[in-house]
């Protein structure tokens, strides 16, 4: 098992900063209508774990059961992190791992997840 670390992150242009504690085990990379087509790399965390470090002008986005809110820059419109609830009403935080600036690219492995034939 990995070992838990401090990660920072954000969007590209820098409005929207956050720092996230994760070992970055059990990742997810979905197939779903919208991770597919954004390329999300998930690590979900409890929203202790999460803290915003810059709180930059945010727009959201929900689709499907609207469980899970998708918030994005409106400045250079990276999607940073989603907060909602996961099957059994636990509230956590989606990471986008890509947006980890202190991960090498690619130093991690994500198990594919069917989300489209949900």
């Known amino acids: 098992m990995a070992e838990v670390k401090t990660h920072t992150g954000g969007c590209r242009c820098g409005a929207v900063a956050y720092e996230v504690e994760t070992d970055l085990d059990g990742l997810i990379e979905c197939n779903c209508s919208h991770c597919y087509r954004k390329g999300l790399v998930l690590a979900f965390v409890a929203p202790e774990a999460f803290r915003l ?9 929900q689709f499907n059961t609207h469980k899970i809110t998708h918030l994005f820059c409106e400045t250079c419109g990276v999607q940073s992190f ?37």
């Open 82 to 118: 989603a907060r909602g609830s996961t099957a059994d009403g636990k509230q956590m935080v989606a990471v986008n791992v890509r947006t980890l600036i202190d991960v090498e690219p690619f130093s991690w492995t994500a198990q594919r997840v069917d989300g489209r034939s949900f």
């Open 53 to 61: 470090t810059a709180d930059g002008a945010q727009a959201e986005y």
